[in-house]
DNA sequence: TGAAAACCATATAGCAGGTATAGGGTCAAG
DNA sequence: CTTGACCCTATACCTGCTATATGGTTTTCA
């Protein structure tokens, strides 16, 4: 398979394989004899992985991480366990600083009605003084 | 003031000043002799207004067309209220597919209990083979 | 047969929002 | 008179791609 047959089977563009293949997360596959890049059902594979990877939003780096322990069957998991546990702290942390945004951005929107000039505008103001009440 | 002490003043990296300027966020000041470049009051509180919008979440350039609103007191704010409540927007739905993404997360993290090798864990394979409960 | 379309290759630059580094000039204190 | 703290510019690096320039190859269709 070429690679513009495998980048429309995972859903990617031609770049992005070249891309992972430079940062060494997929292997580089045979040549033809014009310098075209063949695949196997193997490099498919590990395409959807990494894509599937990153839909968790893990990084690259850690993609990497979790292939080497793919490539290490009889290791112990908890590695990939606290991986995955560090990577959903992440997550919960960003949620709640998001939350936290919501409710200064919703004060700082009730600042001003819609109905005055920029000079007067409360939202203005609100973010050149850095008012206590939204922090 | 001379950069680092604007820095100091501000909490941010000198290089991020520099950075801002070249950005066209906040206008070039004068130059000492010897090319340092001094600062006022007034450029103190424009870092600022970019910091405090940063910490809002805002884009350079959405805060650049804040500072152009700034700058033209007597126009009407319902661009700015619009320009928020778009924010707004945008950080709700950030938190909403944070929240699916952590729900996906856990679900996979449940796959695995600590105790295998790395060729039985649940969360490798949930991640090889795009499990249906996971998406 | 020949030209255009569709595919492939490499190398390089760009996005955001900085941060870091290299290679210098300036200035005050000991 | 030298050390250290400061400042300058220019340039590269970070993540995870995406886009562009430039050129080779293969296929298709008239």
Redesign the interface.
């Given at each position: 398979m070429r690679i513009g047959q495998l980048a429309q089977l995972a859903g990617v563009d031609i770049q992005t394989i070249r891309f992972y293949e430079r940062q060494g997360l997929l292997p580089p596959p045979n040549r033809q004899d014009n310098g075209y890049r063949t695949y196997k059902a193997d490099h498919a594979?590990r395409l959807?992985?990494i894509r599937?990877?990153r839909s968790?939003?893990m990084s690259l780096e850690e993609i990497g991480v979790?292939q080497s322990?793919?490539e290490?069957?009889?290791?112990?998991?908890?590695a990939?366990?606290a991986l995955?546990?560090t990577?959903?702290t992440q997550?919960?942390a960003?949620?709640a600083s998001?939350?936290a945004?919501?409710n200064?951005?919703?004060t700082?929107?009730s600042c001003?009605d819609?109905?005055?000039?920029?000079?007067?505008?409360g939202?203005?103001s609100g973010?050149?003084e850095?008012d206590k009440t939204l922090s």
């Amino acid at each position: 398979m070429r690679i513009g047959q495998l980048a429309q089977l995972a859903g990617v563009d031609i770049q992005t394989i070249r891309f992972y293949e430079r940062q060494g997360l997929l292997p580089p596959p045979n040549r033809q004899d014009n310098g075209y890049r063949t695949y196997k059902a193997d490099h498919a594979e590990r395409l959807l992985f990494i894509r599937r990877c990153r839909s968790f939003g893990m990084s690259l780096e850690e993609i990497g991480v979790l292939q080497s322990y793919q490539e290490q069957p009889q290791q112990p998991c908890t590695a990939i366990n606290a991986l995955l546990d560090t990577h959903i702290t992440q997550v919960r942390a960003q949620i709640a600083s998001l939350h936290a945004l919501e409710n200064q951005l919703v004060t700082l929107r009730s600042c001003c009605d819609n109905e005055r000039q920029s000079l007067d505008c409360g939202i203005l103001s609100g973010l050149l003084e850095g008012d206590k009440t939204l922090s």
